[in-house]
């Protein structure tokens, strides 16, 4: 039986505005879930698929960081108790993980290899007009940009009921990311001199996780003073604008360059400049994702000369099940602060302002709330 027509926001065209259109989704079959969303954040990935700079098929519907709650479920393959039911909350995600592929056996969930019958045909397609039956691309294997999405199992995580979803949404990309760069990708010890270039929705919580590490410096760097005054009350113990004395005004002040550099831009440019700004023998963790193509010239000297480390992390290498409880944990502790991340909320329907609103200087996450 399928579920009954909603509305979702499809991107026809990249570049062009998204139109709302009843759209219709299978039902859940084994080890899936159909979510009623509540809120869904923008973040810059949905911005670069819909602008049309990284390419995906057409027609499709975008967004990925979403919350809100089952209306339905399929039966476990794995035959073990039912952990969701319908009426659980739950923040949504893009991360799709199998727990038995070579990766997930290592523990490396957000580097999952398995297909899944959704990978394999989206569930999403059009339900009326002459176009009546289209399938559509499910956009980072979400398609949050509609009331209802049909996902694995693995990608969502239950949140409790006192955790509004506006807040929760974010839990579900940006926070996740920035969190798990730090936590899971770094983990530095104790007094470490730590620098987060690009102060997003990502890069703040680079910074919040940061800090719970008790850093000597924390240092934020981004070109938005809004940003960088968030980042202060997040936590940053420094500030700086990007410019070309940088790294020696970090050098400075973290006595010889940051132990960690953590790049939540897409920007090659800011990579290199965060290389440069590592002592000997730093790392640096990115986690920005650059267009297609973008090549990242570096002195390769210093790998072998001065020991430095230059890694990628996927979602902050996160694992959603634990990494979302811990967040929510510290959360309820008023460890981690949500409020601050959240900025204009929209009604579903003008989504397209919404768009607009993540794409203007100093703004944080706009949301969509359905």
């Not at 869904?40 to 049309?52: K, R, V, W």
């Not at 005004?249 to 290199?272: I, K, P, S």
Request: charged share 20%; aromatic share 4%.
């Amino acid at each position: 039986m399928n579920s009954d027509s909603f509305q979702a926001a499809v991107s026809f065209e990249a570049g062009a505005p998204l139109v709302l259109r009843s759209v219709a989704l299978d039902a859940p079959q084994t080890d899936e879930v159909l979510v009623a969303l509540k809120a869904c954040a923008i973040c810059h990935s949905d911005l670069y698929y819909i602008s049309g700079a990284w390419k995906v098929p057409l027609p499709a519907v975008f967004g990925h960081e979403a919350a809100g709650e089952i209306i339905d479920l399929g039966e476990r393959s794995d035959g073990a108790d039912e952990d969701l039911c319908a009426g659980d909350r739950v923040v949504v995600s893009l991360l799709r993980t199998c727990g038995s592929c070579s990766a997930c056996r290592r523990g490396e969930e957000s580097l999952c290899s398995s297909q899944t019958r959704l990978d394999e045909r989206s569930p999403l397609r059009l339900f009326e007009g002459e176009q009546k039956g289209t399938r559509l691309f499910q956009g980072l294997r979400t398609a949050a940009f509609g009331e209802h999405v049909l996902l694995a199992r693995s990608q969502v995580a239950k949140i409790p009921p006192a955790l509004d979803c506006e807040l929760a949404c974010l839990l579900g990309c940006g926070v996740l990311t920035g969190f798990g760069a730090v936590m899971n990708a770094a983990a530095p010890p104790e007094g470490s001199h730590l620098a987060t270039i690009g102060c997003g929705g990502v890069g703040l919580n680079c910074i919040q996780a940061a800090r719970l590490t008790k850093p000597k410096t924390n240092i934020a760097i981004d070109p938005s003073e809004v940003k960088r005054t968030t980042a202060c009350e997040l936590g940053a113990t420094h500030t700086y604008a990007p410019s070309s004395a940088l790294p020696a005004e970090v050098r400075l002040a973290t006595d010889g360059g940051a132990d960690f550099v953590f790049v939540a831009v897409g920007n090659v440019q800011a990579m290199a400049l965060g290389f440069d700004m590592l002592r000997p023998g730093g790392c640096m963790v990115v986690v920005g994702m650059t267009q297609e193509g973008e090549t990242l010239s570096l002195d390769a000297s210093m790998l072998a000369t001065h020991g430095k480390t230059l890694r990628g992390s996927k979602m902050g290498d996160a694992r959603l099940a634990r990494d979302v409880a811990t967040l929510i944990d510290l959360h309820a502790q008023k460890k981690w602060d949500l409020d601050k991340l959240a900025g204009t909320r929209f009604p579903f329907a003008d989504i397209n302002n919404a768009l607009e609103a993540a794409r203007s200087e100093g703004r944080l996450r706009s949301i969509v709330l359905f």
